[in-house]
Nanobody
Framework: QVQLVESGGGLVQAGGSLRLSCAASGRTFSSYAMGWFRQVPGKERDFVAAISWSGGSRNYADFVKGRFTISRDNAKNTVYLQMNSLKPEDTAVYYC????????????????????WGQGTQVTVSS
């Protein structure tokens, strides 16, 4: 069982930056692939970024490439999402997720591949 708690959301002006954190409980954090998703009301949850449990593999949605960076610190049981050059269309609730991963290089891009979810943190970007 893994519990995930996101933090770091808030209100920022367009062009600004935020860093989201997701703290995980449990001693096996390093064996989970991690991901970030986002959702706006009335729409499906969209993939944002993913990282393998080793940190060696990463993947990003096209709309955040070059602006967002996912990273993890297994010693701190935490995954991060650094968001730069934020746009109003980045406004959403951001969720982190953990998926059981058999291999160190595995990353998951779809919500159904993840086993655990955080409660979400609101990010609002003003124009």
């Amino acid at each position: 069982q893994v519990q995930l708690v996101e933090s770091g959301g808030g209100l920022v002006q367009a062009g600004g930056s935020l860093r989201l954190s997701c703290a995980a409980s449990g001693r096996t954090f390093s064996s989970y692939a991690m991901g970030w998703f986002r959702q706006v009301p009335g729409k499906e949850r969209d993939f944002v970024a993913a990282i393998s449990w080793s940190g060696g593999s990463r993947n990003y949605a096209d709309f955040v490439k070059g602006r967002f960076t996912i990273s993890r610190d297994n010693a701190k049981n935490t995954v991060y999402l650094q968001m730069n050059s934020l746009k109003p269309e980045d406004t959403a609730v951001y969720y982190c997720a953990a998926g059981v991963s058999r291999f160190s290089w595995t990353i998951f891009n779809t919500p159904t591949q993840y086993d655990y979810w955080g409660q979400g943190t609101q990010v609002t970007v003003s124009s």
